[in-house]
Protein backbone atom coordinates (compact mmCIF):
# COMPACT_ATOMS: atom_id res chain seq x y z
CA UNK A 1 0.00 0.00 0.00
CA UNK A 2 1.12 3.53 -0.61
CA UNK A 3 0.72 6.90 1.23
CA UNK A 4 1.57 9.71 -0.47
CA UNK A 5 1.11 13.20 0.74
CA UNK A 6 2.69 16.15 -1.35
CA UNK A 7 3.71 19.69 -0.55
CA UNK A 8 3.35 21.55 -4.05
CA UNK A 9 5.84 24.75 -3.85
CA UNK A 10 5.16 27.57 -6.42
CA UNK A 11 8.12 30.03 -6.98
CA UNK A 12 6.64 33.54 -7.47
CA UNK A 13 8.16 36.34 -10.17
CA UNK A 14 6.92 39.74 -10.08
CA UNK A 15 7.26 42.31 -12.89
CA UNK A 16 5.43 45.34 -13.39
CA UNK A 17 1.88 44.85 -12.78
CA UNK A 18 2.17 40.93 -13.37
CA UNK A 19 2.34 38.21 -11.39
CA UNK A 20 3.23 34.56 -12.78
CA UNK A 21 4.46 31.23 -11.61
CA UNK A 22 6.65 29.12 -12.32
CA UNK A 23 5.90 25.39 -11.13
CA UNK A 24 8.56 23.66 -9.40
CA UNK A 25 8.66 20.08 -11.17
CA UNK A 26 11.44 18.70 -9.20
CA UNK A 27 11.48 16.79 -6.04
CA UNK A 28 14.07 17.60 -2.98
CA UNK A 29 15.58 14.12 -2.15
CA UNK A 30 17.88 13.97 1.19
CA UNK A 31 19.75 10.81 0.81
CA UNK A 32 22.34 9.64 3.66
CA UNK A 33 25.69 8.34 2.68
CA UNK A 34 27.85 5.97 4.90
CA UNK A 35 30.97 3.87 4.56
CA UNK A 36 33.06 1.71 6.90
CA UNK A 37 35.18 -0.06 4.72
CA UNK A 38 37.89 0.40 2.77
CA UNK A 39 39.06 3.61 1.65
CA UNK A 40 35.87 5.64 3.02
CA UNK A 41 36.36 9.43 1.92
CA UNK A 42 36.72 7.91 -2.06
CA UNK A 43 34.19 5.79 -1.76
CA UNK A 44 31.53 8.84 -0.56
CA UNK A 45 32.87 11.05 -3.48
CA UNK A 46 32.71 8.41 -5.97
CA UNK A 47 29.43 7.51 -4.78
CA UNK A 48 28.42 11.11 -4.96
CA UNK A 49 30.00 11.55 -8.70
CA UNK A 50 28.01 8.41 -9.56
CA UNK A 51 24.43 10.07 -8.41
CA UNK A 52 24.87 12.81 -9.95
CA UNK A 53 26.11 11.53 -13.10
CA UNK A 54 23.43 8.87 -13.25
CA UNK A 55 20.40 9.67 -11.30
CA UNK A 56 19.86 13.20 -10.19
CA UNK A 57 21.33 16.79 -10.04
CA UNK A 58 23.29 16.76 -6.73
CA UNK A 59 23.00 20.13 -5.31
CA UNK A 60 23.95 20.63 -1.80
CA UNK A 61 26.67 17.92 0.07
CA UNK A 62 27.19 18.47 3.87
CA UNK A 63 31.02 17.89 5.53
CA UNK A 64 31.81 14.23 6.07
CA UNK A 65 31.78 13.13 9.43
CA UNK A 66 33.23 10.22 11.28
CA UNK A 67 31.07 8.21 13.57
CA UNK A 68 31.26 4.84 15.21
CA UNK A 69 29.17 2.09 13.77
CA UNK A 70 25.77 2.43 15.39
CA UNK A 71 24.10 -0.74 16.49
CA UNK A 72 26.77 -3.38 16.17
CA UNK A 73 30.69 -3.60 16.58
CA UNK A 74 32.49 -2.57 13.75
CA UNK A 75 35.03 0.44 12.51
CA UNK A 76 34.04 4.05 12.93
CA UNK A 77 32.09 5.25 9.46
CA UNK A 78 32.24 8.20 7.47
CA UNK A 79 28.94 9.68 7.06
CA UNK A 80 27.38 12.56 4.98
CA UNK A 81 24.10 14.31 3.72
CA UNK A 82 23.37 14.80 0.14
CA UNK A 83 20.48 17.03 -1.26
CA UNK A 84 19.26 15.87 -5.08
CA UNK A 85 16.77 17.62 -7.49
CA UNK A 86 14.78 15.29 -9.66
CA UNK A 87 11.45 14.59 -11.53
CA UNK A 88 11.67 10.96 -11.14
CA UNK A 89 9.44 8.96 -8.10
CA UNK A 90 10.53 7.59 -5.07
CA UNK A 91 11.03 4.13 -6.31
CA UNK A 92 13.13 4.93 -9.45
CA UNK A 93 15.39 6.73 -6.98
CA UNK A 94 15.58 3.77 -4.73
CA UNK A 95 16.53 1.45 -7.67
CA UNK A 96 18.89 3.57 -9.01
CA UNK A 97 20.62 3.99 -5.78
CA UNK A 98 21.14 -0.03 -5.64
CA UNK A 99 22.49 -0.20 -8.78
CA UNK A 100 25.26 2.53 -7.56
CA UNK A 101 25.94 0.53 -4.17
CA UNK A 102 26.40 -2.08 -6.48
CA UNK A 103 28.42 -0.65 -8.75
CA UNK A 104 30.99 0.65 -5.87
CA UNK A 105 31.58 -2.90 -4.42
CA UNK A 106 28.61 -3.30 -2.24
CA UNK A 107 27.43 -7.00 -1.43
CA UNK A 108 23.93 -7.40 0.21
CA UNK A 109 23.73 -10.33 2.26
CA UNK A 110 20.39 -11.76 3.55
CA UNK A 111 20.98 -11.98 6.73
CA UNK A 112 19.43 -9.89 9.13
CA UNK A 113 20.83 -7.17 11.23
CA UNK A 114 24.01 -3.94 10.93
CA UNK A 115 27.07 -5.16 9.19
CA UNK A 116 30.08 -3.22 8.13
CA UNK A 117 30.03 -2.21 4.30
CA UNK A 118 31.98 -0.20 1.73
CA UNK A 119 28.86 1.87 1.07
CA UNK A 120 25.33 2.45 2.07
CA UNK A 121 22.56 4.68 1.02
CA UNK A 122 19.54 5.35 1.82
CA UNK A 123 16.41 7.85 1.05
CA UNK A 124 15.91 9.84 3.97
CA UNK A 125 13.44 12.62 2.97
CA UNK A 126 10.88 12.66 -0.54
CA UNK A 127 10.18 16.50 -0.42
CA UNK A 128 7.98 16.21 2.82
CA UNK A 129 6.13 13.13 1.67
CA UNK A 130 5.27 10.10 3.61
CA UNK A 131 5.57 6.92 1.50
CA UNK A 132 4.89 3.14 2.85
CA UNK A 133 5.73 0.30 0.72
CA UNK A 134 6.93 -2.95 1.03
CA UNK A 135 10.60 -2.01 0.42
CA UNK A 136 10.94 1.88 1.02
CA UNK A 137 9.68 3.80 4.36
CA UNK A 138 9.63 7.67 3.99
CA UNK A 139 11.11 9.63 6.07
CA UNK A 140 13.53 6.97 7.13
CA UNK A 141 11.79 5.53 10.37
CA UNK A 142 14.98 5.69 12.23
CA UNK A 143 16.28 9.38 11.18
CA UNK A 144 15.27 10.61 14.35
CA UNK A 145 17.42 8.19 16.27
CA UNK A 146 20.75 8.74 14.54
CA UNK A 147 22.97 11.68 15.07
CA UNK A 148 25.12 10.89 11.82
CA UNK A 149 21.94 11.09 10.13
CA UNK A 150 20.56 14.50 11.44
CA UNK A 151 24.17 16.43 11.63
CA UNK A 152 25.28 16.04 8.29
CA UNK A 153 21.29 17.12 7.02
CA UNK A 154 21.88 20.00 9.60
CA UNK A 155 24.42 20.76 7.07
CA UNK A 156 22.26 21.13 4.15
CA UNK A 157 20.61 24.15 5.66
CA UNK A 158 17.11 23.08 4.25
CA UNK A 159 13.93 24.20 5.59
CA UNK A 160 13.11 20.55 6.10
CA UNK A 161 9.98 19.00 8.54
CA UNK A 162 9.49 15.91 10.01
CA UNK A 163 5.99 15.19 7.85
CA UNK A 164 5.11 12.76 10.64
CA UNK A 165 6.35 14.23 14.42
CA UNK A 166 6.02 17.92 13.00
CA UNK A 167 9.80 18.94 13.84
CA UNK A 168 12.74 20.28 12.46
CA UNK A 169 16.15 19.24 11.71
CA UNK A 170 18.08 21.67 14.37
CA UNK A 171 14.70 20.13 16.63
CA UNK A 172 15.12 16.55 16.15
CA UNK A 173 18.84 16.33 16.34
CA UNK A 174 18.35 17.99 20.33
CA UNK A 175 16.12 16.11 21.48
CA UNK A 176 17.77 12.58 19.43
CA UNK A 177 18.99 9.99 22.58
CA UNK A 178 21.43 9.13 20.92
CA UNK A 179 24.84 10.47 22.86
CA UNK A 180 27.33 9.42 19.60
CA UNK A 181 30.51 11.47 19.65
CA UNK A 182 30.63 12.30 15.59
CA UNK A 183 33.27 14.87 14.45
CA UNK A 184 33.26 16.45 11.09
CA UNK A 185 36.79 15.61 8.99
CA UNK A 186 36.13 16.63 5.79
CA UNK A 187 34.56 19.24 3.39
CA UNK A 188 34.10 18.88 -0.26
CA UNK A 189 31.82 20.87 -2.47
CA UNK A 190 28.62 19.45 -4.49
CA UNK A 191 29.19 19.12 -7.99
CA UNK A 192 26.69 22.27 -8.66
CA UNK A 193 28.78 24.50 -6.65
CA UNK A 194 31.85 23.32 -8.12
CA UNK A 195 30.26 25.02 -11.45
CA UNK A 196 30.68 28.76 -9.93
CA UNK A 197 28.33 29.77 -11.94
CA UNK A 198 27.29 32.79 -9.32
CA UNK A 199 30.48 34.36 -10.93
CA UNK A 200 27.76 35.76 -13.32
CA UNK A 201 24.68 38.28 -13.11
CA UNK A 202 22.97 37.46 -16.25
CA UNK A 203 22.87 34.11 -18.27
CA UNK A 204 20.83 34.15 -21.36
CA UNK A 205 19.52 30.68 -22.32
CA UNK A 206 18.19 31.12 -25.97
CA UNK A 207 17.35 28.98 -28.77
CA UNK A 208 14.40 27.96 -31.73
CA UNK A 209 10.93 27.43 -30.59
CA UNK A 210 11.03 23.69 -29.06
CA UNK A 211 14.47 23.68 -28.89
CA UNK A 212 14.34 23.25 -25.12
CA UNK A 213 15.43 26.86 -23.54
CA UNK A 214 12.94 27.00 -20.97
CA UNK A 215 13.73 23.94 -19.44
CA UNK A 216 17.00 24.45 -19.63
CA UNK A 217 16.67 27.70 -17.74
CA UNK A 218 13.95 26.76 -15.35
CA UNK A 219 16.08 23.67 -14.18
CA UNK A 220 19.42 25.77 -13.86
CA UNK A 221 17.23 28.17 -11.68
CA UNK A 222 16.15 26.01 -9.55
CA UNK A 223 19.05 24.01 -9.49
CA UNK A 224 22.07 26.38 -9.02
CA UNK A 225 19.79 29.16 -7.11
CA UNK A 226 18.97 31.41 -9.22
CA UNK A 227 16.52 34.35 -10.02
CA UNK A 228 14.33 32.83 -12.94
CA UNK A 229 12.82 35.31 -16.21
CA UNK A 230 10.77 33.57 -18.22
CA UNK A 231 9.57 35.26 -21.32
CA UNK A 232 5.55 36.03 -21.16
CA UNK A 233 4.48 34.88 -24.84
CA UNK A 234 1.32 33.21 -23.67
CA UNK A 235 0.07 36.69 -22.57
CA UNK A 236 0.14 37.91 -26.03
CA UNK A 237 -3.22 38.31 -28.00
CA UNK A 238 -1.51 38.50 -31.16
CA UNK A 239 0.26 35.54 -31.04
CA UNK A 240 -2.23 32.48 -31.57
CA UNK A 241 -3.77 35.58 -34.58
CA UNK A 242 -0.22 35.65 -35.83
CA UNK A 243 0.01 31.95 -36.87
CA UNK A 244 -3.63 32.03 -38.83
CA UNK A 245 -2.83 35.23 -41.09
CA UNK A 246 0.83 35.95 -40.37
CA UNK A 247 0.91 38.90 -43.26
CA UNK A 248 -1.83 40.93 -41.08
CA UNK A 249 -0.58 40.31 -37.62
CA UNK A 250 3.66 40.62 -37.86
CA UNK A 251 4.25 43.95 -37.10
CA UNK A 252 1.51 44.25 -34.11
CA UNK A 253 2.68 40.87 -32.79
CA UNK A 254 7.16 41.80 -33.33
CA UNK A 255 6.03 45.53 -31.61
CA UNK A 256 4.01 44.26 -28.34
CA UNK A 257 6.90 41.30 -27.90
CA UNK A 258 9.60 44.18 -28.29
CA UNK A 259 7.21 46.12 -25.56
CA UNK A 260 7.21 43.71 -23.23
CA UNK A 261 10.47 42.10 -23.54
CA UNK A 262 11.93 45.66 -22.85
CA UNK A 263 9.42 46.16 -19.86
CA UNK A 264 9.86 42.56 -18.56
CA UNK A 265 14.04 42.48 -18.57
CA UNK A 266 13.97 46.26 -17.55
CA UNK A 267 12.31 45.67 -14.47
CA UNK A 268 13.57 42.20 -13.33
CA UNK A 269 17.33 42.47 -13.98
CA UNK A 270 17.33 46.32 -11.75
CA UNK A 271 15.02 44.27 -9.11
CA UNK A 272 18.08 42.70 -7.29
CA UNK A 273 17.10 39.68 -5.25
CA UNK A 274 19.29 38.94 -2.33
CA UNK A 275 18.26 35.31 -2.17
CA UNK A 276 19.20 34.37 -5.13
CA UNK A 277 22.80 34.49 -6.29
CA UNK A 278 22.21 35.28 -10.41
CA UNK A 279 19.87 35.47 -13.08
CA UNK A 280 18.81 33.01 -15.53
CA UNK A 281 16.50 34.17 -18.75
CA UNK A 282 14.80 31.82 -21.39
CA UNK A 283 15.58 34.78 -23.79
CA UNK A 284 17.72 37.73 -25.05
CA UNK A 285 16.03 41.03 -26.25
CA UNK A 286 17.96 40.48 -29.44
CA UNK A 287 15.56 37.49 -30.45
CA UNK A 288 13.37 40.44 -31.10
CA UNK A 289 14.91 41.48 -34.20
CA UNK A 290 15.80 38.23 -35.01
CA UNK A 291 12.28 36.68 -35.79
CA UNK A 292 10.91 40.80 -36.98
CA UNK A 293 13.24 39.84 -39.77
CA UNK A 294 12.03 36.32 -40.52
CA UNK A 295 8.24 37.87 -40.33
CA UNK A 296 8.05 41.18 -41.37
CA UNK A 297 8.16 42.99 -44.71
CA UNK A 298 10.94 45.57 -45.81
CA UNK A 299 9.56 48.47 -44.89
CA UNK A 300 8.24 47.14 -41.69
CA UNK A 301 11.60 45.76 -40.75
CA UNK A 302 13.11 49.40 -41.19
CA UNK A 303 10.80 51.02 -39.17
CA UNK A 304 10.63 48.25 -36.27
CA UNK A 305 14.88 48.23 -36.43
CA UNK A 306 14.66 51.79 -35.71
CA UNK A 307 12.81 51.13 -32.39
CA UNK A 308 14.89 48.37 -31.65
CA UNK A 309 18.23 50.16 -32.05
CA UNK A 310 17.11 52.91 -29.53
CA UNK A 311 15.81 49.73 -26.71
CA UNK A 312 19.03 47.54 -27.45
CA UNK A 313 21.46 50.27 -26.55
CA UNK A 314 19.57 50.42 -22.87
CA UNK A 315 19.44 46.64 -22.43
CA UNK A 316 22.29 45.06 -20.16
CA UNK A 317 24.00 42.58 -22.03
CA UNK A 318 24.27 38.82 -20.63
CA UNK A 319 27.26 37.85 -19.35
CA UNK A 320 26.69 34.21 -20.95
CA UNK A 321 24.50 33.26 -23.81
CA UNK A 322 23.74 29.78 -24.25
CA UNK A 323 22.28 29.22 -27.65
CA UNK A 324 20.57 25.78 -28.20
CA UNK A 325 20.53 24.57 -31.49
CA UNK A 326 17.90 21.77 -32.55
CA UNK A 327 17.55 20.24 -35.99
CA UNK A 328 14.03 21.04 -37.49
CA UNK A 329 13.09 17.33 -37.85
CA UNK A 330 13.53 17.36 -33.56
CA UNK A 331 11.78 20.99 -33.45
CA UNK A 332 8.61 20.14 -35.07
CA UNK A 333 8.49 16.72 -32.78
CA UNK A 334 9.05 18.94 -29.59
CA UNK A 335 6.25 21.50 -30.79
CA UNK A 336 3.63 18.54 -31.09
CA UNK A 337 4.56 17.29 -28.22
CA UNK A 338 3.80 19.70 -26.04
CA UNK A 339 0.42 20.83 -27.87
CA UNK A 340 0.12 24.37 -27.88
CA UNK A 341 -2.96 24.61 -30.63
CA UNK A 342 -1.32 27.79 -32.41
CA UNK A 343 1.93 25.93 -33.08
CA UNK A 344 1.11 23.04 -34.91
CA UNK A 345 0.72 24.39 -38.09
CA UNK A 346 4.62 25.96 -38.20
CA UNK A 347 6.10 25.28 -40.88
CA UNK A 348 9.81 24.08 -40.98
CA UNK A 349 10.76 26.25 -43.78
CA UNK A 350 10.24 29.04 -41.25
CA UNK A 351 11.95 27.52 -38.47
CA UNK A 352 14.94 26.93 -40.38
CA UNK A 353 15.17 30.91 -41.26
CA UNK A 354 14.56 31.72 -37.62
CA UNK A 355 17.86 29.37 -37.12
CA UNK A 356 19.82 31.12 -39.45
CA UNK A 357 19.29 34.41 -38.01
CA UNK A 358 20.24 33.54 -34.65
CA UNK A 359 23.29 32.07 -36.11
CA UNK A 360 23.93 35.09 -38.48
CA UNK A 361 23.13 37.15 -35.15
CA UNK A 362 26.03 35.11 -33.34
CA UNK A 363 28.75 35.50 -35.86
CA UNK A 364 28.68 39.31 -35.84
CA UNK A 365 28.62 39.70 -31.58
CA UNK A 366 32.05 39.31 -31.22
CA UNK A 367 32.00 40.96 -27.67
CA UNK A 368 29.12 38.66 -26.56
CA UNK A 369 30.15 35.27 -24.30
CA UNK A 370 28.58 32.54 -26.73
CA UNK A 371 28.46 28.93 -26.20
CA UNK A 372 26.92 26.97 -28.56
CA UNK A 373 25.63 23.75 -28.01
CA UNK A 374 24.01 21.28 -30.21
CA UNK A 375 20.98 19.52 -28.37
CA UNK A 376 20.01 17.42 -31.16
CA UNK A 377 20.69 14.07 -29.76
CA UNK A 378 20.09 15.03 -26.17
CA UNK A 379 17.25 14.49 -23.77
CA UNK A 380 17.75 16.35 -21.35
CA UNK A 381 14.92 15.64 -18.72
CA UNK A 382 14.37 11.95 -19.22
CA UNK A 383 18.66 11.74 -19.37
CA UNK A 384 20.62 12.50 -16.11
CA UNK A 385 23.85 11.84 -18.40
CA UNK A 386 22.53 14.62 -20.90
CA UNK A 387 21.86 17.35 -18.30
CA UNK A 388 25.26 16.64 -16.69
CA UNK A 389 26.41 16.96 -19.93
CA UNK A 390 25.26 20.47 -20.78
CA UNK A 391 26.26 21.18 -17.26
CA UNK A 392 30.19 20.30 -18.32
CA UNK A 393 29.78 22.21 -21.58
CA UNK A 394 29.21 25.41 -19.47
CA UNK A 395 31.82 24.69 -17.01
CA UNK A 396 34.47 24.27 -19.65
CA UNK A 397 32.83 27.61 -21.28
CA UNK A 398 33.71 28.90 -17.69
CA UNK A 399 37.08 27.99 -17.32
CA UNK A 400 38.12 29.16 -20.72
CA UNK A 401 36.76 32.61 -19.71
CA UNK A 402 38.51 33.03 -16.19
CA UNK A 403 41.90 32.22 -18.90
Known amino acids: MLHVHKKIEKVNYKS ?24 RLTTIKACIELIHKEIAVVVKVSKIYEAPAWGFESEPFYNAAILIHTSKSAQKILKQVLKVEKSLGRVRSKDSGYQARIIDVDI ?21 NRKFVLQ ?20 LLVQTD ?3 EIKAVHAIVSPIEKLSLQQFNYIAIEGNIGAGKTTLASKLAEDCNAKLILERFADNPFLPKFYKDQSRYAFPLEMSFLADRYQQLSDDLAQFDLF ?15 FAKVTLQEDEFRLYKTMFDI ?8 DLYVYLYQNTDRLLVNIKKRGRSYEQ ?15 DYIKTQTDLNVLIIDVSGLDFVKKQEDYVFLL ?12
Open 345 to 359: DIPADYLEKINQGYL
Open 124 to 144: IAFDEEIIETENLQIPHPLLQ
Open 392 to 403: NEINIKITLARG
Open 16 to 39: KNVCYFATMKQHQVILSLGSNQGN
Open 276 to 290: KDFVVADYHIFKSLI
Open 178 to 180: DES
Open 152 to 171: PMLDLGLNWEHPMLKKSVAQ
Open 311 to 318: IHKEMPKP
